[in-house]
């Protein structure tokens, strides 16, 4: 399919605009309804494997832990979000910007569709691949994670599959992390880099988390003893970031790229790992020049991700 240039999806769209209210529960829990939501569907950004604490429920939201608290998100509507125990504040002062949803991704989409675009000006023209998983993946946003629980959770990543990566950060959390009571249930905070450190190689690997463990403590070492500075990391062009984080033990360009996309917002990476190899051999053949995706590779590489995982890249 060759997306044209007056196609809805590929337009600027500026700053979204948000009606924001409080309201409660049948039981009394307080909620945030955000009506005017664009570009943001929480199945695509919850199960795209960027994060990994958060749960489908039973009405098709998620619910988990995130910047050390419980919250549950659910859209009944593709514009409409709700966020359960939480209010106006909240959403203006942590949700709104965790979510992405000060980020414009309607224009980012334009900024994707120019950098491809054929000699005649027209975006896709050359690739009918991106322009398709950019309309399956339209509501993937990228989250604006803590950047420790970034760094730590793809550590743990390593040559693993979701749901056992899952199993061991909720296992770590539970036993080293600080509790949370919500709605008469106990959850967990990720832990602390100094808890990771007084519970030691040994008490890691407790928590099977096999030969990442010596990886972890490294990590959580470095971060407890300040030798690494995420302030420096996030002022650092990307090329600077992705070297002090390979100074970890364990940590590979991989690890790094994912952590600089999803714990640090840089943009410009573009993590490969088995399912990024498998799009690239399917459908770049000859190479894919991700330095043309610029600033936006790492939102490119969402889309190619989930387009190829749940769709099979049948376009």
Known sequence: MIIGQNDQLFRAGGADRFAVSEGRRADGTPYVRVDGVKDFLIWQTFDCGQCFRFDPTEDGGFDGVALGRYVRFSQPSPDRLEITGSDVADFENIWKHYLALDDDYASIRVGIAESTADAAGRPWAPDPVMGEAMRC??????????????????????????????????????????????????????????????????????????????????????????????????????????????????????????????????????????????????????????GRLGKYAGIAQQYLFYYERYFGGEI
């Not at 989250?143 to 793809?154: A, M, N, V």
């Not at 959580?220 to 996030?234: K, N, P, Q, V």
């Not at 952590?259 to 943009?267: A, C």
Request: a neutral charge; one cysteine or more.
């Open 137 to 290: 993946g339209s509501g993937i946003r990228i989250l604006h994670q803590e950047p420790w629980e970034t760094l730590c959770s793809f550590i743990v990543s390593q040559n693993n599959n979701i749901p056992r990566i899952k199993k061991i950060i909720a296992a770590m959390s539970e036993k080293y992390g600080e509790p949370l009571n919500a709605g008469g249930e106990t959850y967990y905070a990720f832990p602390t880099a100094e808890a990771l450190v007084d519970a030691g190689v040994g008490g890691l690997a407790e928590l099977k988390t096999g030969f990442r463990a010596k990886y972890i403590y490294d990590a959580a070492y470095r971060t407890a003893s300040g030798m690494l500075d995420f302030d420096e990391i996030r002022r650092a062009d990307y090329g600077t970031a992705e070297k002090i984080l390979c100074g970890i033990k364990g940590v590979g360009p991989k690890v790094a790229a994912c952590t600089l996309l999803f714990g640090f917002g840089k943009t410009e990476a573009f993590p490969i790992d088995v399912w990024m190899k498998r799009v690239l051999a399917k459908y770049y053949p000859d190479g894919l020049d991700v």
